[in-house]
């Protein structure tokens, strides 16, 4: 019997496609340098910045530091817009996903997020229409944890009260989430639903994982 599902949040629930984004590249730009000279900082921080040892705004000046750059407002500016982009994914959330998780919240079952997140989204996560859904919240910049390490999905099922196969994982795939959340014991689903937005990058299809076409899809496994 499946007692919880527990979802990741970015390109499952909501997705920065349908809203535009501001990613390396933007704020390069912003910051009057090459994306090439960014990231030969930006990429080397991804696992500090995702389980909480730096925040944005620190990593931000980190660069411009490195770049000679000293300017307050380009700073700020900076961190505004990162921020701004990430209200707007969360402005914009999907009625089938919001119909799909108060379906699951009349069939009693307990709904749970686990998020690879940065400092900057953590706020918006949890000032969203969508946080008052989740039974537990698993963020990676809190827990200092981050996906496909099978601690935090341990620390969701604990905090849920379930067994690993009272559990269904839903996720789009990234950070090797389903391949984790089967060898945690949960049966995983691929949220296929916005694959189709995804404009940056070819999306993966997971064959060995049944996947999910709609939203709504998610509610023939509850039982």
Known sequence: MVKAVIFDMFETLVTHYRTGFYFGE?????MGISEKKFR???DTTDDDRTIGKLTFEDTIKTIMEANGISSEEILKTIVENR??????????LDEDVLDMLKSLKDAGVKIALISNCFSEEVGVIKESALFSFFDVTMLSYEQGVKKPDLEIYRRAMQAL?????ECLYVGDGGS???EAAFEAGMKPLQAKWFLKENNRSNPKVYDQFQGLEKPQD???YIK
């Open 26 to 30: 933007n704020i390069a730009k912003d």
């Open 176 to 178: 090797h989430e389903l």
């Open 40 to 42: 030969e900082i930006w």
């Open 218 to 220: 998610l509610l023939s």
């Open 161 to 165: 009260g379930v067994e690993a196969s």
């Open 83 to 92: 921020v701004f982009f990430k209200r707007k994914v969360f402005a914009q």
